[in-house]
């Protein structure tokens, strides 16, 4: 007497890892789009090390903020379709032409702008401190801002201390300042 | 009588000044509307553009439609560079290397994005895997068991032979 093997069970293992597949992508959609929500919700970059950036300006002058380290940096991000970055853009220069020779750099960044208009707006407000293009948004998408005009301020070991959301006032920025350039 | 018969040069003169006449009227004449080259892009053209393109601080509202003045500064741009001569690629491009790939309103099949372009497709065929097997399913639950065969009714068998001796 013979005994007839019994015919394979249906493969329960390439079905396991088929259904292991599919639940693994979708949990890993879901993780992505949690992640990119996180992200959108999550505001701008308040403390910690600030972002690195490069900016060309539009003297074609390229500043990497990294080299500017020992120094306080302001980062101004603002756009010449801005009605708020109006109001503080006389501000912002008279800043810089109180604090340039105590360490202070001041940085201008250009959001979503074309060119003309932003090279119109410099000039209208007697701008003298490097401003350049955001290109490809990448620094805006670095400190996660949510429009313009908003400021960040740097300390000298290149630790982001402050943020200011909207149009900065003289007061605003001396008080900011003031201890930041003490040494 | 003489007849006065007019000098050749005249004449030669005459006909060389018609054909310069056609010929300057050929070669300033418009050129065929398909060709035309205007001198200031219209609407429709920077807007057949502009609605492939968003604006990042007008989110989800098209470049074409969008109402603030960084879009109307951006179609401006657009009309500036249909005007230099630039194509429709090459306009995008130059907004993508300006703004970011998020200002197209189609994103580039590369990278994260290529989901947006496989996701679709691919949840369309599990779905209609699922409802196949599903329907399947029902199917088999639906179908009425098979009763057994007369013959081996025991008790309809027995009723069949005892209607067969009657008769």
């Known amino acids: 007497m013979s005994d007839t093997p019994a015919p394979p069970p249906p493969a329960p293992r390439a079905r396991n890892f088929g259904r292991l597949l599919l639940w693994g992508g979708l949990a890993a959609l879901l993780a992505l789009v949690g992640f990119g929500l996180y992200r959108t919700q999550a505001g701008p970059v308040s403390s910690g090390p600030a972002p690195d950036f490069t900016l060309t300006t539009f003297d074609g002058e390229t500043i990497r903020l990294a080299d500017l380290k020992g120094q306080v940096v302001v980062v101004n991000f603002w756009a010449s379709w801005c009605k708020p970055c109006e109001e503080e853009a006389a501000t912002l220069e008279a800043g810089w032409q109180k604090y340039r020779d105590q360490g202070v750099s001041f940085l201008g960044v250009d959001y979503v702008d074309t060119e003309p208009e932003a090279r119109a707006y410099l000039e209208r407000f007697g701008i003298t401190y490097p401003n350049g293009p955001d290109l490809g948004t990448r620094i805006s998408q670095a400190f996660r801002i949510r429009g313009v005009p908003e400021t960040y301020f740097i300390d000298r070991q290149g630790t982001l201390v402050r943020v200011k959301i909207g149009p900065i006032e003289m007061n605003e920025l001396q008080s900011i300042l003031d201890p930041l350039v003490k040494p | ?167």
């Open chain 2, 1 to 167: 009588m003489t007849y006065h018969r007019p000098s050749t040069l005249p004449r030669a003169a005459l006909v060389l000044f018609v054909l310069a006449i056609a010929l300057a009227s050929v070669i300033t004449s418009p050129a065929s509307p398909a060709r035309a080259q205007e001198p200031t892009p219209s609407d429709d053209q920077v807007n057949a553009v502009a609605k492939q393109l968003y604006c990042p601080v007008c989110e989800n509202v098209p470049l074409d439609v969008c109402p603030t003045q960084a879009c109307a500064q951006w179609r401006q741009t657009i009309r500036e560079k249909l005007t230099a001569g630039w194509s429709e690629q090459e306009i995008k491009n130059f907004f993508v290397e300006q703004y970011g790939a998020r200002v197209l309103a189609a994103p580039p099949a590369r990278g994260l994005s290529l989901l947006v372009y496989l996701l679709p497709p691919l949840a369309f065929v599990v779905g209609a895997y699922i409802v196949y097997r599903a329907v399947r399913t029902w199917r088999r639950a639906a179908r009425p068991v098979a009763s057994p065969p007369v013959a081996e009714d025991d008790y309809t068998r027995r009723i069949e032979e005892e209607l067969r001796r009657r008769d």
